[in-house]
């Protein structure tokens, strides 16, 4: 992997099917979650779902192929909801930092727009993602703790809330 930079930029439709292509084995192959592109409406229309309001969808790139992404939906009431966060396995690791990057890329944008707070939903599964979310400060919260507007996933067991103002 060494030789290849990883640029971070803002979503572009031209990657949608590099965005599906990175998404959907990560859920189906590695974690055994049962999910269609189709069934997730927002990656037929990343920019029409998440780059609205204080939202936006940033990708990391090698080589012009996606190898994470990130997605911030506005929700209204200075809120936003972190979704679509992946990274391919080979490029997952303190070594690349590009999860970090992802986040701080995220984390800097709501910060500059005025989030006051952020909510994630994930799965059991993911237990890397958890580990990685509390290590940057997200604190677990219970679904009755989750604002009105949040976009429940039927996968979802776990949640997540930052708050960027205090």
């Not at 909801?81 to 984390?107: D, E, H, I, P």
């Not at 958890?130 to 979802?156: C, G, I, Q, W």
Request: charged share 15%; net charge positive; glycine share 8%.
């Amino acid at each position: 992997m060494s030789g290849h930079n990883v640029t971070l930029q803002r979503y572009q439709p031209a990657y949608q099917q590099g965005v599906i292509a990175l998404i959907l084995p990560i859920q189906n192959q590695e974690f055994g979650i049962a999910i269609t592109a189709e069934q997730q409406p927002d990656l037929s229309d990343i920019a029409g779902f998440y780059q609205q309001g204080q939202g936006g969808f940033w990708l990391a790139v090698v080589d012009d192929r996606v190898v994470g992404c990130i997605g911030l939906k506005d929700i209204g009431n200075q809120q936003a909801a972190l979704r679509k966060m992946f990274v391919a396995q080979a490029w997952r690791g303190r070594q690349y930092g590009v999860a970090s990057a992802l986040l701080t890329t995220l984390l800097a944008h709501a910060r500059q727009q005025q989030v006051k707070e952020i909510f994630l939903g994930t799965t059991d599964k993911f237990l890397a993602a958890h580990r990685f979310y509390e290590k940057n400060a997200f604190s677990e919260v219970t679904r009755e703790a989750l604002p009105a507007a949040f976009p429940l996933m039927s996968v979802d067991s776990k949640f997540y809330r930052l708050s960027l103002f205090s």
